[in-house]
């Protein structure tokens, strides 16, 4: 599943035409589902309104043809709810919510933000867990106590500690999902039992790393480890500096949107542009 980028003009507003072409290229490409609005969409620096036109246009360009999950996470539950309502309304079949940042909550209020959005809005939703970027962990206890609630249909687990995959299968239910958020890791997370993940690497190679997570789904490891070893520089390297930023330039250089991100992002630094366009050459990905 890609975590889709949203593309921008030049004056920051959405470039839907170029949004429409990233759906058909992640349709085209495999891609098994769209995650719009999630935390590489920009979600924070996009508003209500935003936010919900562009999960609907989304929805609306896809069609039904794959899965469409919406990001709706925020610090504020009733700013979380009333984005998972959103993106139910607007026919998304599942939700991401990322958790609250920077007021970090504790363990039991993390717990209790979940259950409550899940109790209020009637849609499939996966809890998100990236403590390097919200200052909070998910801990597995509560995962584990999370996923008996009605609606939390799974986690996408990106601390790359591939060792929370056998902790949560142990003690949730047997058909909780587990997604890696790391690309780097992703083969030894799926390997250990995960089921898929939500990829930053999925918006430039979406075939490669289709390929890699279905060998390693197959438990072919050493098939999923030989087709990830060209993309070990991007999942490396597309973090150059802070996400979008990196991806964001890639995909321009792709010839699919502009490079615009909005504030207080900026563009990748001409530095760094050498070491992001070198690991996507050596994947074989084709640069304008």
Not at 138 to 152: M, Q
Not at 262 to 273: G, K, N, V
């Amino acid at each position: 599943m890609v975590a889709l980028v949203t593309p921008m003009l030049e004056d920051e507003s959405i470039d839907f035409d170029a949004l429409e072409k990233l759906v058909e290229f992640h349709i085209a490409s495999e891609t098994d589902a769209i995650v719009a609005m999630g935390t590489t969409g920009e979600s924070a620096t996009l508003d209500f309104e935003e936010h919900c036109s562009v999960v609907r246009f989304v929805v609306e360009k896809v069609h039904g043809r794959i899965p469409v999950i919406a990001g709706t996470g925020a610090n504020s539950t009733s700013e979380a709810i009333a984005l998972t309502q959103c993106a139910k309304d607007a026919g998304a079949d599942a939700c991401l919510l990322v958790t609250p940042y920077y007021n970090k909550p504790t363990q039991e209020g993390l717990y209790l933000h979940y259950k409550k959005i899940a109790e209020t809005v009637d849609i499939p939703q996966i809890l998100y867990n990236v403590p390097g970027r919200t200052a909070v962990d998910l801990l597995p206890e509560t995962v584990i106590r999370l996923a008996s609630v009605k609606n939390i249909i799974g986690i996408k687990e990106a601390t790359g500690e591939v060792d929370r995959v056998r902790q949560i299968q142990l003690e949730a239910p047997a058909e909780f999902d587990l997604y890696t958020g790391d690309d780097a890791s992703a083969v030894d997370f799926i390997l250990a039992g995960g089921h898929g993940g939500i990829s930053v690497t999925a918006n430039v190679a979406p075939k490669q790393l289709h390929d890699v997570y279905a060998a390693a789904i197959a438990g072919d490891a050493e098939k999923a480890r030989d087709l990830d070893a060209p993309l070990q520089a991007i999942h490396r390297d597309i973090f150059v500096e802070s996400n979008p930023i990196p991806v964001k330039w890639a995909v321009s250089k792709m010839g699919l949107m502009g490079q615009a991100i909005r504030l207080p992002l900026t563009p990748l630094s001409e530095s760094c542009q050498p070491v992001v366009r070198k690991a996507l050459e050596q994947a074989g990905i084709v640069l304008k």
